[in-house]
């Protein structure tokens, strides 16, 4: 059983242990490190993001004990805010042998991170309140009146919808992606504090759609709730997240970490988080043919856009969010 980290009662704890931080949904990650440590004995000591906060509660924590590190390895569920972390010089290149299942847009060109099993940002909509000829396909979508109170969006400072909002100010500049903000908030955009929330209004019928992750999309799905799944893919193409992992520079277990990354970054954990209610996208060359339910509708590598550019923006993004007043 994985142990909880900090102030644990074990007198004498193993030898090999390592402690992960993690804002990959716990119902889908604690599998994953249960087998890591069946299979090699290393005690998992992991630390799980709290919904309110996500990714970003989980770096602060790492910012905040930068000089006295009690985490190890960083298996974030975006790549953003993990590249921030490499740009204040926090995380140790490694170059792990499992990486080279990956092509270079998978992986961060110092090796201080590595990108595997991705999820892809979409539209759910509820196909009892939105029409075939109605489907949203455009983020302008949301800013239309017919959808006037109909619409959902996570609030945006945190997790995947945080790294979202950075693509969008990429390509669309920061005159256009407010006035976008500004139309949707004024259109009556329902704030939700996650991308759950966000399935959930609209599998509910309270919303008729919202932007959230295929992985929420595909558990409503399975459970048979009335939605289906669209791309905005009008504006500027599928924005394709990836988990990434990281060695945290300073971290009390370094050999045990390294082992760590070695596994999540293997064919046999892509394969798992992939064929799971999570159903997330491998990245891996040598699992390229494995069946999706997003095959024809996404494409594996997604749209590009600049981590480093995204990363070093953070706070620009912040200020503008608020400056439309996403934070009231």
Known sequence: MLSAPFG??????????????????????????ERFEEQTGIRVVVKYDAEASKTTGLINQIIARRDDPTCDVLWNNEVVQTQHLAN?????????????????????????????????????????????????????????????????????FFGTTFTHMMVI??????????????????????????????????????????????????GAILDGRPVAVSIPEADAGVVLIPNTVALIKGGPNPDPAKRLIDFLLSAEVERALAEARSAQIPLG??????????DGLIDRHG??????????????????????????
């Open 8 to 33: 644990c009662d074990d007198a004498s704890p193993p030898a090999a242990q390592v402690v992960v931080f993690t804002a990959l949904d716990r119902v889908y990650s604690e599998p994953i490190l």
């Open 88 to 156: 204040l010089g926090m995380l140790e290149p490694y170059k792990s042998p499992a990486a080279s299942r990956f092509g270079p847009e998978s992986k961060d060109p110092q090796h201080r991170w590595t990108g595997f099993a991705a999820r892809a940002r979409v539209f759910i909509y509820n196909t009892d309140l939105v029409s075939q000829d109605d489907i949203p396909t455009s983020l302008y979508d949301m800013s239309d009146p017919k959808w006037r109170d109909a619409t959902a969006i996570a609030l945006p």
């Open 169 to 218: 100010r990429q390509y669309w500049g920061d005159i256009h992606t407010t006035d976008w903000l500004t139309a949707i908030k004024a259109n009556g955009c329902a704030i939700a504090p996650g991308n759950g929330p966000v399935r959930d209004l609209v599998a509910s019928g309270e919303r008729a759609f919202g932007l959230t992750d295929t992985d929420d999309a595909y």
């Open 285 to 294: 060359k040598d699992l390229a043919e494995l069946p999706t339910p997003w």
């Open 303 to 328: 749209m590009r856009f600049d981590v480093q550019a995204a990363a070093e923006d953070r706070q620009t993004t912040v200020d503008l969010l608020k400056k439309v007043g996403f934070d009231q």
